[in-house]
């Protein structure tokens, strides 16, 4: 089994092809769009949930079989059809043109793998087991859900506001004791408690005690 590098991609305008057109299919595209990616499915048919996400301008349809030219200038390839023959084509022509492609559930096709994540804001966890047990990587994410709530978006919104005024206004040694306090836990617990205003009041006040 190859030893897959972790990596975080800005698809934001970019070209992926995804090859099928039924509900797996259905659930990349709408991971690869909430992702802000521009989306090409080839495909004969698509389910109607898939159809109604074509709109010409982010997510377009090839209404055909697949063929290598489908390629193009994509920057990332999923393969989600129940045709082994059209997968192992998929696979072997994006390896041949040094895309990274996925053919789900069928790891022995893919060049990366879509690992199972969870999101809270801007807090992004993705659990892989190199293709081991797909199963086993939605278990350790759910146990991740239970560690990171909801006020996870909000703690990191909260401090991303600061970031900037912590950079340009505190030199490097009052910069580490400033995050080391506001990320020491209280600022977080309470957000969670429903007290953002307090939080907000406890970031304020280590930073102007920092100030010259």
């Known amino acids: 089994m190859p030893q897959y590098y972790p990596i975080f991609m800005d698809l934001k305008a970019q070209p992926v092809l995804v090859v099928g057109g039924g509900i797996v299919a259905l659930r990349k595209v709408q991971t690869l769009l909430h992702h802000e990616a521009v989306v090409y499915i080839v495909s004969p048919r698509l389910v109607t949930e898939l159809k109604e996400l074509v709109d010409g301008i982010s997510c377009f349809w090839l209404e055909k079989e697949y063929s290598s030219e489908d390629l193009k200038d994509a920057v990332l390839v999923f393969s989600c059809t129940e045709k082994e023959d059209v997968n192992a084509k998929v696979s072997s022509d994006a390896i041949a043109q040094h895309r990274p492609v996925n053919v789900v ?3 022995e096709k893919c060049s990366f793998l879509v690992p199972s994540m969870m999101e809270r804001g801007d807090l992004k966890i993705a659990v892989s087991t190199g293709g081991s047990s797909p199963i086993v990587a939605r278990q350790v994410r ?6 990171y709530g909801d006020e996870m978006a909000e703690y990191l919104r909260l401090l991303k506001t600061w970031r900037t ?3 340009t206004k505190l030199p490097p040694e009052k910069r580490s004791v400033f995050w080391d306090k506001v990320t020491d ?5 309470l957000i969670k408690a429903d007290r953002s205003a307090e939080a907000e009041g406890v970031i304020e006040h280590c930073f102007l005690s920092l100030l010259d």
Do not use: C
């Open 165 to 167: 005024l912590a950079k």
């Open 105 to 107: 559930d069928d790891p």
């Open 185 to 189: 836990g209280e600022v977080r617990s």
């Open 142 to 147: 759910a146990e991740l859900e239970n560690s």
